[in-house]
């Protein structure tokens, strides 16, 4: 006897994007590698990110080598149903701001879902102003579970397959996937392959596992998406996420995993130069951004920009503590706006006492090789190890307090490299006494205020930096 309810459903989705087609032409739709090569067959990929992928951050990233961008992770239902939601979400449904605009294609456009239907409904009405429609099967963050979604539908193998399918199906554009992987190569592989052949024509393999995050993220394992690449690549292209610090890791990864491009979530945020060879100065790719941000209008969200400012500035952030609790107390545009400028005059001012004092950094590593820079260049950000404290509720299945845990972590701003401050260890007391300063730093208490908006800053982006550089 067939299943009325998902025969109703299945009659529903049919009509709905019947109706859809009658009213929009769209090109014949590709698939694979088809639909890969029709797209410019990206090498550099900007990761969805909730409330950080935005328009003028992805106007910016790709200005330096981004070659295909994601939107924001949408929830499609509130997608779907809110006006208010859609709109605040994503502007181009309105004037065709968010998406669609010459400046910003290719385009994928993300949702989290648990409902084929609902997901449906909302990527008809991005359609038209996108390339494809991901879905999202990696985020680990714990609201995620509560809502079931992302990685928290990895059980759940029927319904991941009946979203992308019902996608596949009725979208008049290519369906694709972002997912992490199981503890067993062998069972990543068959996730894979049940992914691509629901229909997916695009994989994105996140090499961590789900429980991977935070203050716990750790080191994402490559030869896992390598052996999904060489499982599954001769269907659709495999583009590979995790491990990336710096511009030298692009061509690491890619040589090692095999795959055809490489996503960057955390690193592009602290970096968003990260697709090119050079080392640029944090103040000048903020002018950048805020030029943009005024040339596209008021569309944007302050809380958007603070956060964007907090990452490129982290390191000066340590440094110039007053800037940094004036950045999260600010309320209008004008106050942001003011904030950077200042940070800019005193970063120039740095850099040339640098200059004066003769400060060379070309060739300084710290005990673990890193590069050692100057804070006023951008510069990945290496994030501090959970306390045990912490660590051990966590061992023992507090997954409860987890929002608390991160929104507490967000206290500790301005956390860096030990060494990231000014230059190597000898120049430390010399020039600019940054002892004394890390002193203050830790003494420094932060407003109220502040700790929602560096709490936006953490929590914002689900796929977070690694612990420690991938050889």
Known sequence: MPNITKQGAEE??????????SEHAFPPKLSGWDFYRSIGS????????????????????RRYNADLCYTPMFNAKLFAV??????????GLKDGLG????????????????????????????APYCDAVDINLGCPQHIARRGHYGSYLMEDWPLISSLISTLHRHLPIPVTAKIRVFPEVEKTIEYAKMVVESGAQLLVVHGRLREMKGHMTGVADW????????????????????????????????????????????????????????ILESWKLADEY??????????????????????????????HTDLRAELGVVQSKE??????????????????ASRRAGENFEGCVDEKGFPIMPHWLLQPYFRKPM?????????????????????????????????????????????????????????????????????????????????????
């Open 387 to 471: 306390p045990d404290q912490q660590q051990s509720k966590k061992e023992d299945g507090a997954d409860d307090d987890e929002d608390e845990a991160i929104a507490a972590s967000a206290t500790e701003t301005g956390h860096m490299h030990d060494l990231n401050s000014f230059g190597c260890e000898q120049h430390k007391i010399k020039t600019f006494g940054v002892q004394q300063q890390e002193q203050q730093q830790n003494q420094t208490i932060v407003p109220q205020e502040a700790v929602g908006a560096v709490a936006l800053e953490i929590m914002a982006n689900a796929q977070v930096a690694v612990e420690t550089k991938s050889s």
């Open 42 to 61: 990206p090498k550099y990929i900007v990761a969805p990110m909730v409330d950080q992928s935005e328009l003028p951050w992805r106007i910016l990233s």
């Open 223 to 278: 030869e896992k998406i390598r052996a999904v690449q060489e499982a599954v690549s001769h269907l659709v292209p495999v583009i590979a996420n995790g491990n990336i610090l710096y511009h030298e890791d692009l061509a690491k990864c890619l040589e090692r995993t095999g795959c055809v491009g490489v996503m960057s979530a955390e690193a592009n945020l602290y970096n968003p130069a990260i697709f090119t060879t050079q």
């Open 290 to 319: 805020l030029a943009i941000c005024d040339e596209l209008g008021d569309d944007i969200k302050l809380a958007y920009i603070r956060g964007h400012l907090f990452k490129l500035f982290r390191p000066s952030m340590a440094i």
């Open 82 to 91: 809110d006006a208010r939601y859609r709109n605040e979400s994503w502007a």
């Open 335 to 352: 106050e942001i706006w003011a904030v950077a400028r200042k940070m800019k005059e005193r970063l120039i001012q740095d850099a040339e």
């Open 12 to 21: 529903r989705n049919a009509a709905l994007a019947a109706k859809f087609k």
């Open 99 to 126: 998406g669609g605009g010459p400046n910003d294609r290719p385009l994928i456009v993300q949702f989290c879902a648990n409902d084929p239907e609902y997901l449906l409904q909302a990527a008809l009405m991005v």
